[in-house]
């Protein structure tokens, strides 16, 4: 920061302009493009609804192609102009935007914008996702079920424009912050394949090299039964005084009721839908509805054992076929696994639970220090792009 304040110290001394977007820049709609128009080779073209799923914040190079012949006849963004989606079923999608890089230029589709301004391109595009640009952009939404954000809209939003300078020193440290987030995930996704790999190595069990291991059936493990029926209009997205009750469903927590229906420690298997077999482990009273299946240790598996075993077999493999696949108790209760002795179970336990806690947990390991450095990253985006303002002069 300090950087920053000997830069502003220098080279404006008496503060910051805030410019009106429209007055730095122009706003161009894009033009009809298509999935159906995508071809396998061609001209670069971005729909806007690939940028709320596909890009980041810049991008040199598209996901998709166009026809020369249709390519022609689209509106383009040049090297530096911000391509923005302007409209969105969700908040937070509405004016997403992506610094395009690339050389040549790119054909977009209609529902985005092309911004074509003076500034630096990522200065622009960190400047959208900070929380002042947020705060407008929420007070210039309309519509309900399809939001929307107009270009004449955009156009009033106001904005600090530092000199040049000081808006590539911002690019570069807002860029170090994004380079060590992506860091951390790629070693996240190498540590969960790391678990995954030794889950599997410690789960398969030889019988010569384990004498104690025997195959059981589900039904010999668990007590296991369907969960009840709750109406949604029961159920609270957050917790209350009176809703304090976590509820589970077959895709796991789905809010807060008053009472419980089991009470202790279990193991919860979603029993319908495309995720039906995902496992999650309770350790508090809960109530379960009939989309989970409430499987309860017997003295032969210990449950943080039983949680591996099961996530490991990938019981969604079980599930019924047709429109709406199903995992039936009784033939879950078929299902066989090699279980070792109590005392192997806790070894395994101990060295799983290590991974899992590195590869899952919200207040431990990665996924933890993930969050931190998101929040950080917010934190000094919008300390960075906090100015004191310019007086006009009278």
Same mark, same amino acid.
């Given at each position: 920061m300090s950087r920053i304040d000997e830069m502003i110290a220098e080279l404006c001394p008496d503060g910051v302009e805030y410019k009106r977007l429209g007055d730095i820049g122009t706003f161009t709609r894009g033009a009809g493009i298509q999935k159906s128009d995508f071809t396998d080779d061609g001209k670069p073209c971005i729909h806007y609804g690939q940028i709320y799923t596909y890009y980041g914040l810049e991008a040199s190079e598209t996901k998709s192609l166009i026809s020369e012949e249709l390519y022609a006849t689209r509106k383009k963004a040049k090297h530096g102009d911000l391509i923005i989606a302007t409209t969105s079923e969700n908040?937070?999608?509405?004016?997403?935007?992506?610094?395009?890089?690339?050389?040549?230029?790119?054909?977009? /589709?209609?529902?985005?914008?092309?911004? /074509?301004?003076?500034?630096?391109?990522?200065?622009m595009a960190y400047l959208f996702c900070s929380a002042s640009f947020q705060a407008q952009k929420k007070r210039r939404i309309t519509g309900t079920k399809v939001l929307r954000v107009s270009g004449d809209a955009m156009a009033t939003f106001e904005a600090p424009i530092p000199p040049i300078e000081i808006q590539k020193e911002i690019v570069r440290i807002l860029d170090k912050f994004a380079e060590l987030e992506?860091?951390?995930?790629?070693?996240?996704?190498?540590?969960?394949?790391?678990?995954?790999?030794?889950?599997?190595?410690?789960? /398969?069990?030889?019988?010569?090299?384990?004498?104690?291991s025997r195959w059981l059936k589900m039904e010999d493990l668990f007590y296991m039964k369907a969960g009840t029926h709750i109406a949604a209009s029961n159920i609270s997205e957050s917790k209350s005084a009176v809703q304090t009750t976590p509820c589970y469903g077959g895709n796991g927590l789905r809010g807060f009721v008053e009472s419980p229906s089991h009470s202790g420690k279990a193991l919860l298997i979603g029993r319908q839908g495309a995720l039906c077999g995902n496992v999650y482990r309770v350790e508090e009273d809960f109530y379960a509805t009939e989309h989970a299946v409430v499987a309860t240790c017997s003295d032969l598996v210990l449950q943080d054992y039983a949680y591996h075993m099961l996530v490991n077999r990938n019981l969604n493999r079980y599930k019924s076929a047709g429109a709406q696949p199903g995992l039936a108790v009784g033939k879950l209760k078929e299902v066989e696994f090699l279980v070792p002795s109590l005392e192997t179970q806790q070894k395994v336990v101990d060295i799983l639970d290590r991974f899992d806690a590195l590869t899952t947990s919200l207040t431990d390991g990665l996924?933890?220090?993930?969050?931190?450095?998101?929040?950080?990253?917010?934190?000094?985006?919008?300390?960075?792009?906090?100015?004191?303002?310019?007086? /006009?002069?009278?």
């Open positions: 908040e937070d999608d509405v004016c997403k935007c992506c610094a395009w890089l690339g050389d040549e230029p790119c054909a977009v /589709s209609g529902d985005a914008y092309i911004y /074509s301004h003076s500034a630096d391109p990522k200065y992506a860091e951390l995930e790629a070693e996240l996704e190498a540590r969960k394949a790391q678990y995954a790999y030794y889950r599997d190595k410690l789960l /398969s069990f030889e019988r010569e090299r384990e004498r104690e996924p933890a220090e993930i969050e931190a450095r998101r929040q950080q990253y917010e934190y000094y985006r919008d300390k960075l792009l906090s100015f004191p303002r310019k007086e /006009s002069a009278a």
